[in-house]
């Protein structure tokens, strides 16, 4: 069974900074491309961050570029969003995704894989 756990959440003030993890158990996805989605209440999911495969090509969305980092280790089956520069509007559930394609991916359709999620609450 294919299990993906996040960890690294929490409170913070805003301007502060958090990194979350996920690991991935069940599957190596050193070929695939991974991601983070995040969902605020009463709103859909949003994409965040993706990566590719080797961790050599990355991108972001527009509302957290300059702030947020997405990184991997292959050898350990996890990625991570490091997150600087927190505002309330980051509040939401973080989702971690791993990819059906070797390449970055920014839409949800494009991942198989998803983790339970876990709660960023940004104060003001």
């Known amino acids: 069974q294919v299990q993906l756990v996040e960890s690294g959440g929490g409170l913070v003030q805003a301007g502060g900074s958090l990194r979350l993890s996920c690991t991935a158990s069940?599957?190596?996805?050193?070929?695939?491309?991974m991601g983070w989605f995040r969902q605020a209440p009463g709103k859909e999911r949003e994409f965040v961050a993706t990566?590719?495969?080797?961790?050599?090509?990355?991108y972001f969305a527009d509302s957290v570029k300059g702030r947020f980092t997405i990184s991997r280790d292959n050898a350990k089956n996890t990625v991570y969003l490091q997150m600087n520069s927190l505002k309330p509007e980051d509040t939401a559930v973080y989702y971690c995704?791993?990819?059906?394609?070797?390449?970055?991916?920014?839409?949800?359709?494009?991942?198989?894989?998803w983790g339970q999620g876990i709660q960023v609450t940004v104060s003001s």
């Open positions: 995704a791993a990819g059906l394609y070797s390449n970055y991916q920014t839409s949800p359709g494009s991942y198989g894989y």
């Open positions: 990566i590719n495969w080797s961790g050599s090509n990355y």
């Open positions: 069940g599957r190596t996805f050193s070929n695939y491309a």
